[in-house]
C-alpha cells in the first residue's frame, strides 16, 4: 500500500461501514461555510482571507480524499467467489483488520432481499421440477 | 425443519432443511403490472414517459412567450397569462423534467451499469416516481382555476398573498414538496445502491463515471433540498398562518427567502448537468473507440463541482445590497468551478483526439453538448464577475446563459442518452436519419432562439417582459429567436417520431450494437427481469471491454465463439 494517511483513512472508514468521501465532503463543506459564515459577520480583510484560505484547504482535501477513494482502481482483483460484493474484495468485511490486512476469500451468505430472491428461485425450481 | 419423536425410545431425527412451497403469487399482467411494478428498468420506463411528456408540455408553454415576444407590441397573450405561462414552463422544465429524467435514466442503468439485480429499495423507489407524479398532478391542476405566477423561484413579497392571492402559487410550493421528497428518497435509493450493490471487483475506482454523476448528484440533492422546503414551508406559513418569516413590515426579512432558494438553487444547476456529464463521459469513449481520457480526473472533478456548487449560491444575489469584500468571494468561489468544469471539457477532447471515431447520433449530441456547454461556462464565469452582473442582471443575457447550460447542456445530454441507450431499453435501434436531423435542427434552432438572446440582453432587455415597444430596437431579434424556437421545437418533435416509429419498426438491436464498455451491454436488450443470470467479475473500468478481449482470445485458441464467456474467467 502507498504511505498515504489518506488511503489509511479511507480504509478504515469504509472497513467500518462509513462512506468515507461522503464524511470528508461534509467537514469540508464545514470548513467553507464556518469562513463564510465568518466573513459575512464581520466583512474584515483578515475574514476574507480566512475564507478563501478555507476553500482552498477544502479543495486540497477533498481532492486527496477523491484520489484515496480512487486508487483502489489499481489493485488487482482477487480471484474468488462471484457472490461477494466488491467492498468485502476490498476491505474484508466487517470486523476485519484495517488497511493492508485481508482475509482470505470466505463465500457470502445472501441477506435480505438477496436470500430472498434465492429463495424464490429455489421455490420456482421446485415447482418446475 | 422437522422433528419426529416416535417413541420415547425413538431416536431424535436430526433437523434437516426443507424447502416448502407455499404457492407462488401471480403476477399482474397489463396496465396493472405497470402501475403496481417495483422494476427498477419499469419504474425508469415511467419516468422517462412521464418526464418527456412534461418536456413537450414546458415546451409549448415557451412557444407561447416566443410568440407574444415575435413581435413588438404584440397582444396575443395578455401580461397576466404571460406571467402564468413563464412560471409553468421554467416550473415544469427544471421539477418536472430535467431533474427527474436523469431519476429515470439512472433507475434504468444503474442498477445494470454495476451489476445489480435491482436498487437497494425497489418499493421505496416506486414510491418516488408515484410523489413526482402527484406533484405535477397538483401543479398543473392550478391551471384550471388560478395559476401560479411569481416565476419559478417565487420570490417574497412577490409571491405572498397580497400580490398573489390565488391558490396556484399554493400549489407550486406543494409541488415544490412532493417532487422534493420524491428527489430525496430517490436520491438515498440510489446512495444505497451505488455503495451496497456493485458487481464483485467493481471498486470505486472502477465505477462508470455516469454512476460517479448520479452519486455526486444524489448527494448534492440530500444536501441541498432541505433549505428549498424550508423556505417554500415558511413561505406557506406566511401566506395562510399569519407568520412574518419573510416580511420586513413585521420583522421578517424577504432576503431570507433568495439565500434559502438560492442555497437549494444553484446546486439545482449542477443536480440537473452532472448526470448529463456522465452521459458524455460514457458517450465519447464508445464512439472514439479509445478509453476515456483521465477517469480519474473526470470522477474528482465531478465530486469537485458537486462541492464547489454548494459555496456559490450568492452569486444569484448580486444585486442584493451586500458588502463587496463577501460579493469578492463569491466571485472567487464561482469562478473556480470552471477548473472542474474545464479538467471535464479538456478530457473529452483528449478522448476524442485522435479516435477512431464513429459518427453516430449519440456522439452528434454528445458534440454539440461540449460545443455549447462550453460558452453557457464562458458566460458563466463572465456573469460571476459582479461588476459585470451589476450590469446584465435581470437581462436576456441571464436567459441565454441558462439556456446554453441547461437547454444546450442538460437536454443535448438527455438526447444522447436517449439515441445511446433506447436500444438497450427496447431492443431496436432508433433511425439514424432522423437522429441526424433532429440534431441539426435542435442545434440550427437553439442556437437562432438564444445566441441572439446575448445582445438583446446587451441591449437591456429585461427578462420576464411580456410586451415592448417597437421603438426599443429589439423587434428584429426577437424575430429571430422566435423562428429559432420553432426550428428548434421541429427538431424535438423529428425524435419523438424518430421514438414512436423506432418503438416498432426499429431494426432489432441485439445485446451491445455500440460495443460499449459497461455492463449493461453484457445483458439482452431488452435486459430480463432480473437483469443477470451471472454477474461478471470487474477487472477495470471498461470490463466489457476486457470481456471482448477474452472472448477474442478464447476464439483464438477454440476456433468459434458461441456465448460470452462465463464469470470468472
Redesign the interface.
Known sequence: MRPNPFIRINRAAETAGYPALLVVTVVCLAIVVAGVALLALVETPWAFAMAILSLIAAVAILSAAMMATLFDAEEPVARGAVTRSSSQERGGGRGAAAAGTRRPAAPARPKGRVAAQTRRGKDRAALAA | LQRTEQSPAATVVSPRPE?V?RG?QKHPTGWLAWLTTTDHKRIGVMYLVATFVFFLLGGTEALLMRLQLGAPDNTLIDPETYNAIMTMHGTTMVFLFVVPVWAGFANYMVPLMIGA??VAF?RLNALSFWLLVAGAVTFYSSVFFSPPAAGWTSYTPLATGDYIPGNGQDAWIYLVHLTGLSSMLGSINF?ATI????????????LPLFCWSVLAQA?MLI?ALPAVAAAVTMQLTDRHFGTCFFDPTCGGDSILYQHLFWFFGHPEVYIMILPGFGVISEVLPVFARKPIFG??AI??ST??IA??S??VWAHHMFAVPT?V??L??FM??SM?IAVPTGIKVFNWLATLWRGSIVLKTPLYFAAGFLALFTMGGITGVMLAIFPIDWQVTDTYFVVAHFHYVLVAGSVNAIFAALYYWFPKMTGRMMSEGLGKLSFWLTFVGFNATFLVQHSLGLSGMPRRLSHYPANAGWDVLNLISTIGSLILAMGVLVTVVNVLVSLKRGRRAGNDPWKGNTLEWFVPSPPPE?NFD??P?????EPLQDIRREVGAASRTVGTVAQPPT??I
Open positions: 424447502v412451497l407462488l439485480r435491482d425497489p446512495v455503495a451496497n450493490m456493485r458487481a464483485p471487483g467493481m471498486s470505486w475506482g472502477r448527494l444536501g477517469y480519474k470522477a474528482a465530486f469537485g462541492f464547489l454548494m459555496l458588502g469584500i463577501v469578492v468571494f472567487v468561489s473556480t432480473n451471472v454477474v467479475r470487474v477487472r477495470s473500468v464469470p470468472g
